[in-house]
């Protein structure tokens, strides 16, 4: 017999299993407000439970239901003759496949299993300079035949994808909104990209009613997304991602986004909740005016990544206190595009982008994301082409600082092919050579395409799923990124942990950083200037107890070839090509002994290897017996 009693807590809020039975907590500013329990197994009702007046403080109501086992019912609570799901359950009944219509009034709450194991999992704990992250959306990300999963458009499907995410050298999965949220309402067009003016938002109400595909509005912040389950048991199936990725060294980390009517003070228990029960990695708030300074400091989550769109204000104690702490930031964003197309008055900015690291934790870099072009439609489209949203093609940025190479869309012309392939690849070398923590959206690795829609928050079709038959047709792209990321893991002086300093503070005849023009050890920074040396110094970076390598990054993003000065290495070093990116892939010959002329539209890569012996050249320590007393 279910029986009630007072509780003198009643935080947190919803429905928690107690020792002696389940306490129920229910914000409401209806007095008649209550509990409605079901069977779990047959669905009908067995009891209706109303609060009292004993029960409230505040507008809260609280009581705890002794006598039944949590198991064996799911629940939802009501207020006057509405019905109303717990916005904090954990999982659910009732909910549809997904792009069906939902009604949540009929949401059934269950209970959290406890007794799975995890193994001894523990997050890997990768440091921002180490990482590679990898935004994808859940459905997604496998969804299209093309896949060739067998749980395609899920967490599981996620799993069946692991090996090829190590392959191409990721270390962290960012996840789109992957809680429990309603795609089928009629609203606003959500958050369509980052900054969008919230009265231009609320113009665009969408006729008829669509489909919310990313899911940036108010969610049921508690439960992983049913539909995203291949089988009935979300909450058991995105464990098992988490723990796979652990096994496998790769993090996890969840995009949140709150609204402005989400209470505030909330908000650092959800995140508390999925490090508990789900060991995510990090979490990438979204939302504005968000208690950063209470989540930051909070201790539970000190060591999980935790990204914003800036912590000016929200680290009120010593920078060694927040190395958890991710900055993302749109100006490398535009600043990287406006230097790919050949803008003037970009290279100082660009310089500073590739070695910014913030004091306090790390930042995280990209030059494509899931809002705006596909990498592969930034090299393809000067427009936008939304026209499939139905809002006539008035939806989504204009300002995307992207070049279409001459033709829009799909080009017959070979030259555009190669110059568009050519584009991508210096997009990849400015990404994966900046210092900071490089983030790639699904499938920009081999030139995915969105056909031109840089907005696509309502397309669950061929337009937002990833096409995998690409990963074929662009081989070469795709084997490029593979090397790139194998060099960048590499070469720590590639991704040191603190931003490096332009001095040589080792004394060792060499800065950490150096930047190159024409001359050696001076570049120009004229606004018309589109090409620069950038020179990093091996020794102030260790690799498996060696010093690194001299590295050289020569960048020419102007429509015409230009002379570049590098610096002499130490006797006995030469320089010599490691990677090579743009229309001219094969490497520049040599002027004179330190110059190279880099081709128009390139990223070159030089490494300092040693010289190879001159036959009849004697071996160190192989000196003649003369030579040997000369030298006593």
């Known amino acids: 017999m279910a029986e009630k009693k007072r509780q003198k807590n009643p935080y947190p809020l919803g429905a928690q299993p107690e020792a002696d039975g389940v306490r129920f907590s229910l914000v409401s ?38 006598g039944i086992a949590p198991e064996t019912v799911c629940y939802q609570f009501y207020r006057g003759r509405e019905t109303v799901p717990d916005e904090r359950g954990r999982r659910f009944t009732g909910i549809r496949g997904y792009g069906r219509e939902q009604k949540p009034e009929n ?36 969804r299209h035949a093309s896949s060739e999963a067998v749980h395609r458009g899920t967490f599981a499907g996620i799993m069946e994808k692991i090996p090829y995410l190590k392959e191409i050298g990721v270390t962290t999965l960012e996840l789109q909104p992957a809680y429990e949220f309603v795609e089928n309402h009629r609203e606003e067009n959500p958050l369509p990209w980052p900054g969008s003016a919230p009265a231009q938002a609320a113009d665009r109400l969408c006729e008829p009613e669509k489909l919310n595909y990313w899911g940036y509005k108010r969610g049921f912040y508690y439960a992983p997304k049913a539909s995203y389950a291949a089988g009935g048991d979300a909450a058991g199936e995105f464990r098992q991602l988490v723990k796979e990725l652990h096994q496998n060294g790769l993090e996890l980390v969840m995009q949140f986004y709150f609204p402005p009517e989400v209470n505030k003070s909330e908000i650092p228990e959800i995140l508390r909740f999925w490090v508990l029960e789900y060991h995510v990695d990090g979490f990438h708030l979204m939302g504005e005016r968000l208690p950063m300074e209470a989540i930051v ?12 769109y800036g912590f000016e204000d929200a680290a009120p104690r010593e920078a060694r206190d927040y190395q958890h702490l991710g900055e993302y930031n749109d100006s490398y964003l535009y600043d990287m595009r406006r230097f790919l197309k050949g803008d ?28 705006g072009f596909t990498l592969a439609d930034l090299v393809s489209y000067d427009y936008r082409h939304n026209e499939a949203n139905g809002e006539d093609n008035r939806d989504g940025s204009d300002y995307n600082c992207s070049w279409n190479c001459g033709e829009e ?24 050579l900046t210092q900071s923590t490089p983030l790639i959206f699904m499938g920009d690795e081999f030139g995915n395409s969105q056909k031109g829609n840089n907005n696509p928050w309502c397309q669950d079709n061929a337009i937002s799923w990833l096409d995998w038959s690409a990963k074929k047709k662009n081989g070469e792209l795709l084997e490029f990124w593979k090397k790139l990321t194998a060099f960048r893991k590499e070469h720590p002086i590639l991704h040191p942990r603190e931003e490096l300093r332009l001095m040589d503070s080792l004394s060792c005849g060499y800065p950490d950083l150096s930047y190159h023009g024409e001359n050696a050890w001076g570049a120009r920074m004229d606004g018309h200037i589109r090409y620069a040396g ?56 040599e002027e004179r002994e330190n110059t190279r002329q880099i081709p128009p539209r390139s990223v070159i890569v030089y490494i300092g290897v040693q010289e190879a012996e001159k036959p009849g050249r004697e071996k160190p320590g192989k000196k003649s017996g003369k030579a040997a007393a000369d030298r006593r």
């Open 534 to 589: 950038i020179m990093l110094c091996g020794k102030y970076a260790q690799t498996r107890g060696r010093e690194d390598a001299f590295l050289y990054i020569a960048l020419n993003m102007h429509w015409m070839s230009h002379e570049l000065a590098l610096p002499r290495l130490p006797k006995g070093m030469r320089w010599e090509t490691a990677i090579a990116a743009g229309t001219e892939e094969k490497g520049p010959e």
């Open 344 to 371: 003037e008055n970009m290279l100082g900015s660009v310089l500073r982008q590739m070695r910014y690291i913030p004091g306090k934790g790390g930042r995280v870099h990209y030059i494509t994301n899931y809002w």
């Open 29 to 66: 500013r209806d007095p008649d407000c209550g509990i409605l329990l079901y069977d779990v197994l047959s669905g009908k009702r067995v009891k209706k439970i109303p609060f009292s007046e004993e029960d409230r403080t505040g507008n809260v109501y609280c009581t705890t239901v002794e």
């Open 297 to 308: 400091s909070d201790e539970l989550l000190a060591d999980r990544k935790l990204l914003y």
């Open 409 to 432: 869309g799909t080009a017959r012309s070979r030259r555009v092919r190669q110059l568009r392939l050519g584009q991508m690849k210096n997009a990849m070398c400015l990404l994966l």
């Open 107 to 142: 949401w059934k709450a269950l209970f959290l299993p406890e007794d799975y194991d995890w193994e001894g999992d523990r997050s890997p704990g990768i440091p921002y300079c180490d990482a590679l992250f990898y935004c994808l959306h859940v459905r997604g990300f496998t």
